[in-house]
């Protein structure tokens, strides 16, 4: 069992940056599927970006986020990062970091949630 750890929240204004990071310990495969997922008050998750630990798999965005969000890994630190410029009010809500026990969760688009398995508490960006 992984478990995920989320930092980097907060608030920020409009058109501002922020970075997440995640770091998962525990059992942890090689070559996984990892993501962020955020969801906003009211609203249902969304899948935002994944990455696969493992090669031939490329970083996957939603659509909302396609230009400003940067997903990012460091395996050797078991680190997941994601890089979010040009906030908008529509990016605000809690963030999680999960994990995927498919590949399907880093190739299927739009990102399906249902996918990860896994999940970190969670970190709360607030963009105003």
């Known amino acids: 069992h992984v478990q995920l750890v989320e930092s980097g929240g907060g608030s920020v204004q409009v058109g501002g940056s922020l970075r997440l990071s995640c770091v998962a310990s525990?059992?942890?495969?090689?070559?996984?599927?990892m993501g962020w997922i955020r969801q906003a008050p009211g609203k249902e998750r969304e899948g935002v970006a994944t990455?696969?630990?493992?090669?031939?798999?490329?970083?996957m965005y939603a659509e909302s986020v396609k230009g400003r969000f940067t997903i990012s890994q460091d395996n050797a630190e078991r680190m997941m990062y994601l890089e979010m410029t040009g906030l908008t009010f529509e990016d605000t809500g809690m963030y999680y970091c999960?994990?995927?026990?498919?590949?399907?969760?880093?190739?299927?688009?739009?990102?399906?949630?249902?996918?990860?398995?896994?999940w970190g508490q969670g970190t709360q960006v607030t963009v105003s």
């Open positions: 525990g059992y942890f495969v090689a070559r996984s599927c």
């Open positions: 990455i696969h630990t493992g090669t031939g798999v490329v970083p």
């Open positions: 999960a994990a995927a026990r498919s590949v399907l969760g880093c190739v299927e688009q739009p990102i399906r949630t249902a996918r990860f398995t896994s």
